[in-house]
Nanobody, 122 residues
Framework: QVQLVESGGGLVQAGGSLRLSCVAS????????IGWFRQAPGKEREFVAA????????WFADSVRGRFTISRDNAKNTVYLQMNSLKQEDTANYYC???????????????WGQGAQVTVSS
């Protein structure tokens, strides 16, 4: 089992940047694919990005590709989501999640953090 805690959310102007962190507990962090999802008010949770167990593969939603990057430091049990060129439509609660097999559907993830709010102003 793994527990996940997100941090780094906040308020930023359009065009700005934020970096989210997802810190995991436990000694088996490298066995998990880590994904980031987001959910805006009144909308369904949507896939943002994911990274393979040792970082060799990454996946992105079309809406963030080229603006967001994802990385991980297994020695620190941490995954990062670097968000650049932020747009108002990026405003949402961002969640990290863990799974043993890559998926773009939230149902494929077993463990979830509590979320971090990102608000992009005009």
């Amino acid at each position: 089992q793994v527990q996940l805690v997100e941090s780094g959310g906040g308020l930023v102007q359009a065009g700005g940047s934020l970096r989210l962190s997802c810190v995991a507990s436990g000694h088996t962090f490298s066995t998990y694919v880590i994904g980031w999802f987001r959910q805006a008010p009144g909308k369904e949770r949507e896939f943002v990005a994911a990274i393979s167990r040792f970082g060799g593969s990454t996946w992105f939603a079309d809406s963030v590709r080229g603006r967001f990057t994802i990385s991980r430091d297994n020695a620190k049990n941490t995954v990062y989501l670097q968000m650049n060129s932020l747009k108002q439509e990026d405003t949402a609660n961002y969640y990290c999640a863990a799974t043993t097999l890559y998926a773009r559907d939230s149902g494929g993830y077993n463990y979830w953090g509590q979320g971090a709010q990102v608000t992009v102003s005009s």
